[in-house]
């Protein structure tokens, strides 16, 4: 059984930085791409960014763009976020998914509808 654990949220001021996990278990963990999510009191999920199984192919969201980075380290079958030059609008809650198969090298899904398992999520709140 996939096991999703998100970690490393919490209040920070605008312009602070924050550093997500995402520890898995259930399963080998370099096999699969994986994917950052959020959601926004009112608002859709949506995408954040999204990994390759080696890790060596991101996908980050324009709305994050050159202030998030993801990563995973298949050794630690753990997955990150960092959360750099935070913005008020940055408040949600912040899930890690997985999907149930990862049939190319080059995966990075980004749609809800590719992913099959999911953390309980971890709250990050951004003053301003």
């Known amino acids: 059984q996939v096991q999703l654990v998100e970690s490393g949220g919490g209040l920070v001021q605008a312009g602070g930085n924050l550093r997500l996990s995402c520890a898995a278990s259930?399963?080998?963990?370099?096999?699969?791409?994986m994917g950052w999510f959020r959601q926004a009191p009112e608002k859709e999920r949506e995408i954040v960014a999204a990994?390759?199984?080696?890790?060596?192919?991101?996908y980050i969201a324009n709305s994050v763009k050159g202030r998030f980075t993801i990563s995973k380290d298949n050794g630690k079958s753990t997955l990150y976020l960092q959360m750099n030059s935070l913005k008020p609008e940055d408040t949600a809650v912040y899930y890690c998914?997985?999907?149930?198969?990862?049939?190319?090298?080059?995966?990075?899904?980004?749609?809800?509808?590719?992913?099959?398992?999911w953390g309980q999520g971890t709250q990050v709140t951004v003053s301003s």
């Open positions: 990994i390759n199984r080696s890790g060596d192919i991101t």
């Open positions: 259930g399963r080998t963990f370099s096999a699969y791409a």
């Open positions: 998914a997985a999907p149930f198969n990862s049939e190319s090298y080059y995966d990075t899904p980004k749609s809800l509808k590719e992913y099959d398992y």
